[in-house]
């Protein structure tokens, strides 16, 4: 049982709606900061696209977390097993992780400086605390 805790703390800390909230805020901020039509609808389907491929892979992150917790379970695994999971999941992981820079790069190429600074506005550093 702790195998299958710390599986699903590695694969599936961050949730579905944490990932929701952040591309429904950034199509509201595509919708009332760029003007052009036509790039406004562009920039939508590619957050769409972004969305869905997030979804996707938390699914199947689900699904490796649920195949190793079975194969941690197993008395007779073997290290070899162990990495086949792990090693389908990081090709996963990287593959994900093209897509998502892709996404970014295809929206910062339709998109002036003024209306990526309104969509995705940068974070602001805290000062530390004293």
């Known amino acids: 049982m702790l195998w299958a805790l710390l599986a699903i703390y590695l694969f599936g800390s961050m949730g579905a709606s944490q990932f929701t909230a952040a591309f429904e805020k950034i199509e509201t901020n595509i919708k009332s900061d760029v003007r052009d039509d036509t790039r406004r609808e562009e920039l939508l389907a590619i957050v769409g696209d ?24 197993r ?10 999971v792990l090693d389908r999941y990081r090709a996963r992981v990287e593959a994900y992780q093209a897509r998502m820079i892709k996404y970014r790069l295809d929206l910062k190429g339709k998109m002036t400086r003024e209306e990526w600074a309104k969509v995705i506005p940068a974070e602001k550093a805290s000062s530390p605390a004293k």
């Not at 979804?55 to 941690?72: F, M, Y």
């Not at 008395?75 to 086949?84: F, N, S």
């Open 50 to 73: 972004a969305e869905k491929s997030t979804k996707d892979e938390i699914k199947s992150r689900a699904g490796i977390v649920q195949e190793l917790t079975n194969v941690l379970e």
């Open 75 to 84: 008395h007779d695994a073997l290290a070899g097993d162990i990495q086949r």
